[in-house]
C-alpha cells in the first residue's frame, strides 16, 4: 500500500482555486490574503453523509470561537456545487465549501489515496485536516482522522 503525500509543518501549502458552494472561484492564497487569517482546511469525503454531516456541524457549532482566535474554515470534499450548495442549506453550514471533482487538491494535500475501509484497501478520500499560516505554510497536519470529536481536538491543538 502506497501512502498519499504527508504535509508537514513548515511545509509550503499547495495554492489551489477551487469552486464553492455557489460556483465562484475560491483561492487559497487570496483567503490568506484578503483575510489575515490562517486557514483551517479539513478534507471529507461526501456531503449529507452520517461521519461528514457530523463534523460539518461541529464545524458549524464552533465557527464563531475559530474566527475569534484568527482562523477561517475552509471544507473540500470531491462534491460538486450543487451538492455542496444543498448541503449547506439543509445543515445552516456557515462557512465556505468547495468542490474539487477532479481531486487534485485532495491528492496535493495528501487526502485522497489508498485507505482501508471494513478491511479492504480502496481509493478514496483520507479525512484529513491541514492548518495554513497567514505566510501560507502548512502549521499542523492531522491525517486519517475520525469525524467524531475532531473538532474539539482541533481546537485543543490550536488554543481555541
Sequence with gaps: ?????????????????????????????KVLADTGKSVVLY?????????????????????????????TVLGVS???????AQFREQESLTFTLLGDPD??????????????????VVQGVIRSTVIVGTDGKVTKAFHNV???GHVDRIKKELGV
Design 146 to 148: 475520525k469525524a467524531t
Design 1 to 29: 500500500m502506497s501512502d498519499p503525500i504527508r504535509l508537514e509543518p513548515g511545509d509550503q501549502a499547495p495554492d489551489f482555486t477551487l469552486s464553492d458552494a455557489d460556483g465562484q472561484p475560491v483561492t487559497l492564497s
Design 43 to 71: 478534507f471529507y469525503p461526501a456531503a449529507m453523509t452520517p461521519g461528514c454531516t457530523t463534523q460539518a456541524c461541529d464545524f458549524r457549532d464552533n465557527i464563531a470561537e475559530f474566527a475569534a482566535a484568527g482562523f
Design 78 to 84: 470531491p462534491d460538486k456545487p450543487e451538492k455542496l
Design 103 to 120: 481531486k487534485d487538491t485532495l491528492r496535493a494535500y495528501g487526502a485522497f489515496g489508498e485507505k482501508k475501509n471494513y478491511g479492504r
